[in-house]
């Protein structure tokens, strides 16, 4: 089993730990740095030029091959990713704040909202293990993998759907009367649409 070192050339290594160290230090992180942050996640393994890591599958992070990759560095791609944000575009965007927490306590403190355009977990699919390396990368340890992913729709709608009344209760409280909800729904490309 491949572990996050065998991803990277030494160099690229050290990098890629010193961005991990510097990220997990925020305690309050502006756009700038979430959008950096974004941008060294998508980068951090796959199987085009520009990815940190050896050649990988650029969603599952299965057991890299070929050569270490020290031509792309973490400065060089996240250089190349600010210049695709034209920069008066944050100018332009209506305001708007970043709420990360399970969609529980958002239903609980969040004003209500015109739309909720969401995913929920595709069905057989557990979103922590494809994306161990990004998890890792954002702080999760061994633990939150056996753990925290417990809190997660994709592990508790295995034992039971029920936990979808919850959530269509919470999205129904968040949602003002009229609003829009969108789900895009795993195992096919069907975006279902409804007015509550
Ligand atoms: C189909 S994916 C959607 C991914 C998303 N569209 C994106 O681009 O990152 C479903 C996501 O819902 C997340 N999820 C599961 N339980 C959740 C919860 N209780 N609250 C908030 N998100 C949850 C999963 O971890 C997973 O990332």
């Known amino acids: 089993m491949a572990v996050w070192a065998d991803f990277y050339h030494p160099d690229t290594l050290a990098e890629v730990l010193k961005a991990r160290r510097y990220f997990l230090r925020l305690s309050q992180p502006t756009d700038s740095d979430i959008f950096v942050k974004a941008a060294l996640l998508h ?40 210049t695709a944000v034209p920069e008066p575009a944050t100018n332009q965007l209506p305001p708007r704040s970043l709420i990360p927490r399970d969609f529980r306590q958002l239903a609980k403190c969040h004003e209500s909202v015109d739309a909720i355009i969401t995913s929920p977990p595709f069905w057989g699919m557990r979103f922590d293990r494809p994306n161990w390396l990004r998890m890792w990368f954002c702080g999760w340890q061994a633990e939150d993998f056996h753990q925290t992913s417990r809190a997660f729709l994709e592990r508790q709608q295995t034992s039971s759907l029920e936990v979808y009344r919850e959530f269509f209760t919470a999205c129904r409280k968040l949602l003002r009367p009229g609003g829009l909800m969108i789900l895009h729904l795993g195992g096919s490309d069907n975006t279902t649409c409804s007015r509550r």
Do not use: D, K, M
């Open 43 to 82: 980068v951090l393994h796959g199987n085009r030029p520009y990815a940190l890591s050896r050649n990988s599958h650029p969603i599952t992070p299965f057991h890299p091959s070929g050569q270490s990759n020290l031509q792309t560095r973490c400065g060089a791609c996240t250089a190349s990713h600010s």
